[in-house]
C-alpha cells in the first residue's frame, strides 16, 4: 500500500480535496529558517499559499528549508506591514507552503520579499506546451510508485524526454498525445498504483495493433474527461469496468513494448477510446502537485529530468 498507516491514508484523502500549489518541488537556493512566534496549535504547513489548505502543523523552533516567495498569498490573522494586508508566504523544498510571518526569515520588505530570498512566483515552471493542458488542482494526482519500489528504497528517477522520442503530440486528433508522459526508473515487477488514484478501469491488457509500443498498459478513467496511462507492464491486476482506489495496486511495473524495465504514465483530457483498446486524441495533461508520502512527505509540482521522486 502507498500509505503506511491509516492515519496517512486519512491524510492523502484530504490532500485530494486541496492539491494545487505554485511552482517546482524542490528547487535550488533553499535555506534553512525556522518557525517563531506560532500559537500553541504551531505552524501550519500548507498544500498552497492560502488559507484552509493544512496538512499539518509544526511546533516553534522547527527548522524549514525555504525555497524561495511569493508575495501575492493569503491574508492570516489580519497581519499588516506597511499599511498593507501581508501576503508573503514561503515555499519549502518540497513544495509546500507556510505563512512567513512566522518564519525568522529576513524581514521583509516594500515589495513583499524578504532580502536575499529567490522570488518563486514567476519564471520557475516552464511555459505549457502548446495545446497541452494542466492536470487540475481540484483532481488528486499521486506518484504512481510504492515504498517498496527499486527494492525497498521507494524512490525512483524521472526521465520525462518532454518533446521527444515518443513523448510527442500535446493534442493531435488521431494519435496518442503523450508529451507529458513521463518514465520512472523502476525495477520490473515493482507494484504500480493509477496516478489518478480512484477511478474506473477502461482498459487493462495487452495495447492494440498501432500502440505496440506502450506493450500491456492499462487506462483509468477518474471522471470529468480526465484519463491516466500507464504502460509497459509485466502483469495487469484490474479489468475494464473495475472501480479502484487510491491505494489498488493495478499492475507491475516491466519492459512490454520496450527494450528496458520502466513506468510510463500520462494524463490524458477528453481523449477516446478505439473498440480495441487504443487510446489517441484529446489533450495530453502536464502533472502537476502528484502527492507523495516518502522522502518527508509532500507534492512534486514539476518533473524534470534526473530528478528523485519518491512513493
Known amino acids: ?22 511552482g517546482v518541488a524542490g528547487p535550488a537556493q533553499a535555506a534553512t529558517y525556522h518557525v517563531t512566534g506560532a500559537d500553541a496549535q504551531g505552524l ?29 498569498g493569503d491574508q492570516v490573522d489580519g497581519r499588516v506591514q506597511y499599511g498593507r494586508p501581508f501576503r508573503t508566504w514561503d515555499r519549502l523544498a518540497d513544495g509546500t507552503w507556510v505563512y512567513d510571518w512566522y518564519m525568522d526569515t529576513p524581514t521583509v520588505s ?10 518563486c512566483d514567476a519564471g520557475s515552471l516552464p511555459a505549457l506546451a502548446s495545446g497541452c493542458v494542466d492536470w487540475p488542482s481540484s483532481k488528486f494526482l499521486q506518484t504512481p510508485l510504492t515504498s517498496a519500489a527499486n527494492g525497498g528504497t521507494g ?21 496518442m498525445n503523450q508529451y507529458y508522459a513521463v ?15 480512484a477511478g474506473t478501469v477502461k ?15 492499462i ?43 520502466h513506468l510510463h504514465f500520462s494524463l490524458m483530457k477528453n481523449a477516446s477510446i478505439t473498440a480495441a483498446g487504443g487510446v489517441y486524441g484529446g489533450q495530453n495533461a502536464r502533472p502537476r502537485h502528484l502527492y507523495h508520502l516518502g522522502c518527508g512527505g509532500g507534492y512534486y509540482d514539476w518533473i524534470s529530468q534526473g530528478m528523485q521522486v519518491c512513493y
Open 44 to 72: 501550519a504547513i500548507q498544500s498552497e499559499p492560502h488559507v484552509n489548505h493544512v496538512i499539518r502543523y509544526v511546533p516553534n523552533g522547527t527548522a524549514l528549508n525555504v525555497s524561495c516567495q511569493v508575495n501575492n
Open 183 to 197: 518514465d520512472l526508473g523502476m525495477r520490473a515487477g515493482d507494484p504500480v498504483l493509477s496516478p489518478g488514484g
Open 219 to 261: 487506462i483509468v478513467d477518474h471522471g470529468g474527461g480526465w484519463w491516466s496511462v500507464v504502460c509497459h507492464l509485466s502483469a495487469v491486476y484490474v479489468k475494464a469496468g473495475q472501480a479502484i482506489t487510491n491505494d489498488t495496486i493495478i499492475g507491475a511495473v516491466g519492459a512490454t513494448g520496450t527494450s528496458e524495465a
Open 203 to 217: 482498459y487493462a491488457g495487452w495495447a492494440p495493433s498501432g500502440w505496440e509500443s506502450c506493450g500491456q498498459y
Open 1 to 22: 500500500m502507498k500509505a503506511s498507516s491509516a492515519a496517512a491514508r486519512s491524510l492523502i484523502l484530504l490532500a485530494a480535496l486541496v492539491v494545487g500549489v505554485l
Open 110 to 119: 516594500t515589495d513583499g520579499y524578504s532580502p536575499g530570498i529567490p522570488h
Open 155 to 175: 524512490s525512483v528517477v524521472a526521465n520525462p524526454h518532454y518533446g521527444t522520442d515518443y513523448h510527442v503530440n500535446c493534442n493531435t486528433t488521431d494519435h
